[in-house]
């Protein structure tokens, strides 16, 4: 079964780091891999992007801030959330770019307090 299974997030105050990962059954080496934030609403947003070959790309508002990386032969993707802030509270999912409906996961949750 294709799963993407993610976690690391927690409570943490503005200024706090956490890294997130996401361990996946395997076979995702040729997809590129993202990262997305589910804030207040129900929407999903890209917040940070991995290709096949390590390009990392990163949202605007956490440029500087977040690193996203990938293992394939862990079969993990993780992001590294530094300086974080209270608008980065939400609840984070790993996912294929673009996202495919059958391997949302659970996500994990990130609080961050002022």
């Known amino acids: 079964q294709v799963q993407l299974v993610e976690s690391g997030g927690g409570l943490v105050q503005a200024g706090g780091s956490l890294r997130l990962s996401c361990v996946t059954s395997?076979?995702?080496?040729?997809?590129?891999m993202a990262w997305y934030r589910q804030g207040t609403g129900n929407r999903r947003t890209v917040i940070a992007t991995v290709s096949p070959t390590g390009y990392a790309d990163v949202d605007g508002d956490v440029r500087g801030r977040f690193t996203i990386s990938r293992d394939d032969d862990k079969n993990t993707v993780s992001l590294e959330m530094d300086d974080l802030k209270p608008g980065d509270t939400g609840v984070y999912f790993c996912?294929?770019?673009?996202?495919?409906?059958?391997?949302w996961g659970q996500g994990t949750q990130v609080t961050v307090t002022q």
């Open positions: 395997g076979g995702f080496s040729r997809n590129t």
């Open positions: 996912n294929v770019r673009p996202p495919r409906r059958e391997l």
